[in-house]
């Protein structure tokens, strides 16, 4: 995903333009990665503009802000509308939605919740798919190891968490990949870079928990809950490493990602045929394109700018 070339923003409850949205150099976020975020999409339906599952990803965005003491100051109501007006704000019919609550530039000590304010931010951007155009992702096992949950919460979504990935995928591009899987302490099969992992095996899903030391994707829950409705068997425990040798499918989920198909894992290919992946991912397209009524409590209308 590379820098937005247009960007709308609210900032500290109000709209604020590209050329004001600035944070202070010595904010505590930026120097120790102590903020908390949501990647949300907006998608362009026939129906107009709905973002995908909103309440839920706000839900997670302030139980992340209270595990690190950031206090938005917001109410879950209140940012949900200032993220539906910066949508329409926008003029985006397909759109990528950050929010972000990040502790200010009070103290550089190691106490910010003793000290610094909250400052909370909303951007909103295009945002093309992830690998447009590939017919999935070619994946390596990363060497960098996926950071134990009892080092850090990784079912927070911290900023901070995510230099765990950026190391993962720059080594895995630099080999020559589109993506890498990390393990954890044990050797088991924890998650993506940024995405959730499922595997498929005689017809049923599998994916693993917080158990694994994973981020409870969105999308993961959303494609559990699909599989469910579908008549898709699916377990939920630990992933073996050779569990992804021996599966007739596998695919990453996630609010980028969407679903992806797995193609490879290092050297190994896995089957072409991937009947319950393609299954699930159409049925995802047309869940957030409003294309199934059984899932617009999913979706928040964004009603377009009064005449």
């Known amino acids: 995903m590379s820098a937005p070339p247009r960007a709308t923003y609210w900032i500290d409850g109000k709209a604020t333009s590209a050329e004001a949205a600035h944070a ?8 120790y990665g ?70 200010g530039d009070e103290t550089i000590a190691l106490t910010p919740r003793s000290h610094c304010s909250t400052h909370v931010a909303i951007a909103v ?52 990949f589109d993506e890498a899987i990390l393990l954890n302490e044990r050797g088991e099969v924890s998650e993506g870079s940024g995405e959730n992992i499922f ?24 494609i559990l809950q699909i599989a469910g409705a579908e008549g898709i068997p699916a377990t939920v425990g630990p ?19 969407e679903v992806i198909p797995i193609l490879s894992i290092d050297a190994r290919p896995l089957p072409q045929r991937r009947p319950i992946t393609t299954a699930l991912r159409e049925a995802y397209a047309r869940i957030v394109h409003a294309g199934d009524e059984r899932y617009d409590h ?6 377009p700018p009064a005449p």
């Open 125 to 176: 951007f295009g945002f093309p798919p992830l690998m447009e155009g590939t017919a999935g992702a070619r994946a390596t096992i990363s060497p960098v190891q996926k950071f134990s949950s009892r080092a850090l919460p990784a079912t927070v979504k911290a900023s901070g968490h995510y230099t765990n990935s950026v190391l993962a995928l720059q080594d895995a591009v630099a080999r020559g």
């Open 24 to 31: 202070p150099v010595l904010a505590h976020g930026l120097h």
């Open 298 to 303: 999913w979706l928040t209308f964004v009603a």
């Open 199 to 222: 595997i498929v095996r005689d017809a049923a899903l599998r994916t693993n928990d917080a158990s694994a030391d994973i981020l409870y994707g969105i999308t993961r829950d959303s």
């Open 34 to 103: 102590t903020a908390v975020f949501e990647g949300i999409r907006a998608y362009d339906t026939p129906r107009g503009i709905a973002i995908f599952r909103l309440g839920d990803h706000l839900l997670r965005f302030f139980a992340s802000a209270a595990h690190y003491g950031l206090e938005p100051g917001y109410s879950l109501d209140r940012l949900r509308a200032a993220i539906v007006e910066t949508v329409r704000a926008s003029g985006l019919r397909d759109a990528y939605i950050r929010p972000l609550a990040y502790f």
């Open 239 to 257: 992933i073996a490493l050779d569990d992804l040798w021996q599966a007739d499918e596998a695919f990453f989920t996630g609010t980028a990602a």
